[in-house]
């Protein structure tokens, strides 16, 4: 991730590991380095002009750990000028036991090559992505077959973005930033969440909902009501993504 | 061979089937489940020596309901157990149970101590499984529990483990889809309550917790701590195995047989 210079070299879902580091045992001061400007430098070595940034405390870092830094690239969007890119990591600091004992993102801005247009695929809950995903979904006769008596508004939310899928008796009729009635109920996470569930290895949704990182606002009943129909659509949203997210 | 009688036990006209002869194995299926979970475990254990004792507990399967309904306190079920060891007239018998089955299996062991030859304690610690109890009881209104088949066939294959084929637990998820909900979410309910804790330091028999590495039902801290606490006790984390070890693990009967045999006092 070191060399990326320009916005096109990123995409959601690029990774990489620091070197592992061993804490000095006797000496407190080595702690240091792991204060919130040497978190900050961590992602600025993988450039770009930084814009924000936040870090936060998950557990106790203790002399002698060996500590390793792993980033995850959760979001990429052109400024509206389209001459530039933003895009923003996240980061955790994980010990030699594999806890987590920071965490945070970092956003920063990075001169464009060319001018676009982007892939969608990767570009979780934009209008975009879901009009891609509605036309995957609308060949799939699981999804017809399991929303065939359905009239109602799939939200999704990853960060900051929301998309509503308005569905009804079978098929997406609209995708969009927003819908008249708004949404039956909205499904949201992080964009490190959704960027694991929809391009890591476990791309089992029921498994990430178990965990917590997902929450549910509007109808609980139909949430549920719409296991499956969630699994499916996280599925067709993976493959989205694996497609290098050609519109 | 399997030998199957409906029996009366504790109110209940109740499923046990039996194996072989020798010592005796009581096998304890999870929430909502029933006896079919040790299909591929009664015949090979049957066959290295054991008696093995499959009940569907009250509720389940094919025994009747329980006299006052669903239950919601596993420690109904372990008097149950109980009251099942004495009328088959089983001397010392191991009990190995699996998720409710895992913490009725510790519940015995704290019972019936010494009376047990031992205890293999698997998808269970003896605190409070993790769990909402609030929606839990909402779901014990049928009008508040949408799509339960899809629920419990996806719910099923995301705590099965890693290692497992995908054809395997496709079969496991499938089995588990043949519940009446009211009985999984009453157990389930004894799931997020049932808590042994305090007993532990005075049980006197052998015991075994097993949990799988993806088991997303547990805390493997809180199963480790189960183990620490009880005097003796060993603990298996299974790399690449979830809640339902029986069900996952190829040639269960014989990992089984290592941990029985493990566990030292025979009778």
């Not at chain 1, 960027?195 to 949430?223: I, Q």
Request: hydrophobic share 40%.
């Amino acid at each position: 991730m070191t060399t990326h210079r320009y916005f096109e070299d990123f995409e959601v879902g690029q990774r990489c590991s620091g070197e592992p580091r061993q804490l000095s045992a006797d000496d407190p001061s080595d702690l240091g380095h792991f204060g919130p400007d040497a978190l900050t430098a961590l992602f600025e070595q993988s450039g770009g002009l930084l814009l924000d940034a936040s870090w936060h405390y998950r557990a106790p870092i203790r002399a002698g750990s060996t500590l390793h830094f792993e980033q995850t690239v959760t979001r990429c969007r052109r400024t509206r000028g389209g001459e530039n890119g933003v895009v923003t990591r996240h980061g955790v600091l994980v010990d030699e036991h594999g806890r987590t004992v920071r965490e945070g993102s970092a956003t920063v801005l990075v001169p464009a090559r060319g001018e676009g247009p982007d892939p969608v695929g990767r570009a979780f809950c934009t209008p975009a992505w879901a009009e891609a995903l509605a036309a995957r979904l609308a060949g799939d006769d699981r999804f017809a077959a399991a929303t065939e008596t359905w009239d109602g508004t799939i939200g999704l939310r990853c960060g900051e973005d929301e998309v509503h899928l308005r569905v009804y008796c079978g098929a997406v009729i609209q995708a969009a930033r927003r819908t008249p009635h708004g949404a039956t109920f909205t499904l949201g996470a992080s964009e490190p969440a959704w960027t694991e569930l929809l391009t890591g290895p476990d791309g089992d949704f029921v498994r990430h909902a178990m965990t917590g990182l997902f929450d549910v606002r509007g109808s609980g009943y139909e949430y549920l009501r719409l296991t499956k129909v969630l699994a499916l659509l996280v599925e067709h949203a993976r493959e989205l993504a694996a497609e290098g997210g050609a519109a | 061979m399997i030998e199957a009688a409906y029996t009366d036990i504790g109110g209940t006209l109740s499923y046990v089937e039996q194996s072989g002869t020798g010592r005796p194995v009581l096998c304890l299926h999870t929430a909502g489940q029933s006896g079919v979970q040790w299909r591929h475990t009664t015949a090979a254990l049957a066959a290295l020596g054991y008696r093995v004792v499959v009940p569907d507990l009250p509720g389940h399967g094919r025994s009747e309901p329980a006299p006052g309904g669903p239950v919601t306190d596993l420690g109904d079920y372990a008097a149950w157990c109980e009251t099942l060891i004495g009328a088959l007239g089983l001397r010392r018998p191991f009990v190995v149970g699996c998720s409710i089955g895992g913490k009725i299996a510790l519940d015995l062991a704290v019972r019936m101590g010494e009376r047990l030859a031992g205890v293999v304690a698997m998808a269970a610690e003896a605190g409070p499984g993790h769990i909402g109890l609030a929606g839990l009881r909402r779901e014990l209104e049928d009008v508040a529990a949408p799509s339960r088949a899809d629920r419990t066939h996806l719910g099923t294959l995301a705590v099965v483990g890693r290692k497992v084929t995908a054809e395997r637990a496709g079969l496991i998820a499938t089995m588990h889809r043949r519940e009446d909900p009211a009985v999984s979410t009453s157990d389930l309910l004894g799931w997020g309550t049932h808590d042994v804790r305090a007993g532990l330091a005075r049980v006197r028999c052998p015991v075994h917790v097993v949990a799988g590495a993806d088991d997303l039902w547990l805390d493997l801290a809180a199963v480790r701590a189960t183990a620490a606490a009880v005097p003796g006790a060993r603990c298996t984390i299974l790399d690449g195995i979830g809640h339902y070890p029986m069900e996952e693990l190829e040639d269960f009967a014989a990992t089984l047989h290592g941990w029985l045999s493990g566990l030292g006092g025979t009778r």
